[in-house]
């Protein structure tokens, strides 16, 4: 078996007081691509922020181990240097940052954490064409600041871009999918199956069971209540595009009764 | 309508007495003696503005109230250190560079190269000698009654300023300088100076606009500048301010510009103790385009001010005015934004935004938009924000592995760049955004700016 890249084990989170996961496992390998789904409410977001460091969401208990360490342990900055990605549901506009400016102090923040020598201009444009031209998106994304004025497309295509110049062991995607049109769906989905290698591992989180007509999970988990309420193959994502996700919370909600 | 204040003008006139005895002012024109009179019987008659006065709320006077009032003399040729000029930060532009000292000019230390034909820049003393008519013709054409009354005490004790006449078609690449010093030679030493600039149709002038001292001291500056923009001509004008924390400057433009020019003025104010910049320009033509940017970065006891009124006279005209401050410990930025649609000014499309970013609890911020529109078919929005840092920026930056100092750094640094980013001319934009960079670093509350929760 590969190596384990991300563990969660009986995750309780919440925000505000509010409790919304509540006893999430989990366990990703090295070459595997996840898909959570689940209704609403259910606590995708929450997931992902938690995953990623944002300071408002509370863990009250469990443990997630990223790489055999401590991932609640450290701070935002510190999990990205470590390989940890999240691309955002919805990415900020930063006006004033400069696109090319903002992801090479990003990417050399990395390569400094991991021992490399840090890229210079001209190295680091070289590693962006390579970038752009495996992804099949055009330079205006580097010329402009920061997400500003993007297109709800655009500012998905730039998370993936992102993603492709960062090289992450572990990303997550937060409802990439959503708002998008099929044809930028395709090139997102495209972008992601070509960043799969086999020492990392993508967590896709979705609503829709469309993007993974695409994106080709090894395993489909159901979120619901807060909880990992099912898991399966592929097969599994089709069967709630045809049923809806209301089988899984009865089947849950009888499993849970004692 | 100015109101009356209760302050004692005795002491203006009383050193104006003595200011007008020197020889280089009894020796000039009647009509410029008469001129000077004017100009003060109009401070005397409209007064200091009082506190309640409602275009000075905000902006308390206090600070120059309190300073003797000492007018520097007329055609004074005073020195500097040579290395000041070779040092300060925007000596690397090329150009012609006049430099003013106390509020004169003086030619062995300025430079007249690089001045193409039909391009005429000179000492304004010295073409009231040389051309005294066309210099009345100009003076005050730009001011309106009700202006403020520092522009006409300024009438009363100018000693000197630019002249700059740019003819019809002529093209000036690299920008004219115009470098004020003031070295602080005593005690509310003030120097007032008078810039009369005029660009033909389809001309094109840039100008950078200094206000520096070369220490720290309690003087003052109290500049007007009148700037009359021909057809179609292209006018970028910078002016950056940064003088003693203890100085007062006041600064007076006013502008006339005509059918489809474009005109780009920008205010970079690091602030004195006192700094208000007042911008009245009419837009007399129809199709043009003006853009009022300014960036006011403020900290101690400072207060800036930027004081804008926007006319539109004409049809299909575009005002944009973008103005961020960055306030720091118990320092003020003041925002009035006054934009004047008339019934004539048909599809007027403008637009003003002032952001401010509060990096102490204790720093203010006072906006205070206002549109008066009397025209129908007309876009006018604006906008104004006070606060702190974007947390989801900062989480944004900082879930790509930049640390929590770097990324407020950026952002703080952003907030900045989209002002001087609207400079079009390269090398004045590269020269500012490296000086602001500086002076933001050397700032030791901007690695641990608060953020909003």
Redesign the interface.
Known sequence: MSEVILEIRDLHAGVEGKKILQGVNLTLRAGEVHAIMGPNGSGKSTLSSVL????EFEVTAGQVLYRGQDLLEL???E???EGV??A?QY??E????NSTY??K???N??RK?RGLPELDAMEFLKVVKEKLKVLDLSEDLLRR??NEGFSGGEKKRNEIF?MAV?EPTLAILDETDSGLDIDALKVVSEGVNKLKRGDNTQLVITHYQRLLNYIVPDQVHVLSKGRIAKSGGKDLALELENRGYDWILKESAASARP | MSAKTPIDSGPYLQEFRRWSQSSEVTREAAWLKAFREEGLDRFKAKGVPPPNHEDWRFTPLAPWLKLPFSANPAGARGGLDAGFLAQEALSSLSGPTLVFVDGCLNPDISSFQGLPEGVDVCGLRSICERNPDAVREQLNARLRPEENPFADLNGAFFQDGAWIRVAPGAVLADPVRLVHVSTCPKAGASSHTRNLIDVGEGAELRIVEQYLSIREGNHHTNVVSELTVGPSARVELVKYQDESSEAVHLSTLLGRFDRESQVRIHSISLGAKLARNTLRVELAGPELECVLNGLYLTRGEQLADHHMIVEHLEPRCASHEYFNGILDERSRGVFHGRILVHPTAQKTDAKQTNKNLLLSDDATANTKPQLEIYADDVRCTHGATVGQL?E??I??????????E??RQ??I??????II?RISHDATREAVDRIIWDHLESNPHIAAAPSAA
């Open positions: 990623a460091g944002k300071e701070d935002p900055e999990r990205a240097r990605f999240l955002f990415p900020v930063i006006p004033g940052v903002f992801l102090a990003a990417l923040e990395i954490h600041p920061v992102q960062l | 974007n989801d920026s989480f944004y930056l900082r879930a790509r592995g930049i640390g929590l770097t990324a950026m952002l640094h952003a907030f900045a760049g989209e980013g």
